[in-house]
């Protein structure tokens, strides 16, 4: 019983960060701090999101499957 509830938790967990990638993936390609992002605008996280997919494409050869 008490797996079946952790299970649920971690897919939750799982969506909420997946519904938030936008937020996140500059954070974890080390483009901004979880600081700066909280204040950016929305044209600032536009932008530092597509750092971040060109960082990821050189660190992976080109690949686009982000």
């Not at 936008?22 to 700066?36: G, L």
């Not at 600032?44 to 050869?61: D, I």
Request: no cysteine; hydrophobic share 40%.
């Amino acid at each position: 019983m008490e797996n079946a509830l952790a299970r649920k938790n971690d897919l939750a967990i799982n969506k909420s960060v997946d519904d938030q990638e936008w937020y996140w993936f500059p954070i974890m390609m080390e483009i901004v701090s979880r600081q700066e992002m909280e204040l950016a605008t929305a044209e600032e996280v536009q932008v530092y999101n597509e750092l971040a997919y060109r960082k990821y494409k050189l660190m992976h050869g080109g690949a686009d499957d982000v």
